[in-house]
């Protein structure tokens, strides 16, 4: 049996999909995480929650701690937010999956859970860290 790139679990970590959002809308990273209340940059930061509620396995406290908010329920709203305005407006959900395709191609192997599934099925793997060759035992 061999292991295919759909078996190891990818992850990315929140810093890097605020610093891809801020580079897409073209605002520092920090102004992102201010408590600014202006719709151009509320934008952004909104979808950096959605992503990190999708595409890394943090709690909505710990999104709420990354984003300097004192609760959840922002972390909520926001997500709902993106969910909304994804389905009403085609400009917003075309930039929702540029976003996507960026926080995408930037997703690593997680290095422990993929120790551990090669572990599980007696197999070795490169010095590189990839899927290239992965020999069954």
Request: aromatic content about 12%; hydrophobic content about 35%.
């Amino acid at each position: 049996m061999r292991l295919t790139e759909q078996d190891i679990i990818k992850i990315v970590k929140p810093e890097t999909i605020l610093n891809i959002v801020a580079d897409y809308y073209k605002i520092p990273a920090d102004v992102i995480k201010n408590n600014c209340n202006r719709s151009e940059i509320v934008k952004p930061r909104y979808i950096a929650i959605y992503y990190c509620r999708t595409k890394t396995n943090l709690k909505v406290v710990e999104i709420a701690n990354n984003f300097n908010y004192k609760d959840h329920s922002s972390i909520i709203y926001a997500y709902k937010s993106v969910l909304k305005m994804e389905r009403f407006d085609s400009a917003y959900r075309q930039e929702l999956k540029e976003i996507g395709t960026l926080i995408s191609n930037t997703e690593i192997y997680d290095e422990e859970k993929l120790y551990g599934i090669f572990q599980e099925n007696d197999c070795y793997y490169n010095d590189k860290r990839d899927i290239c060759e992965t020999v069954i035992i």
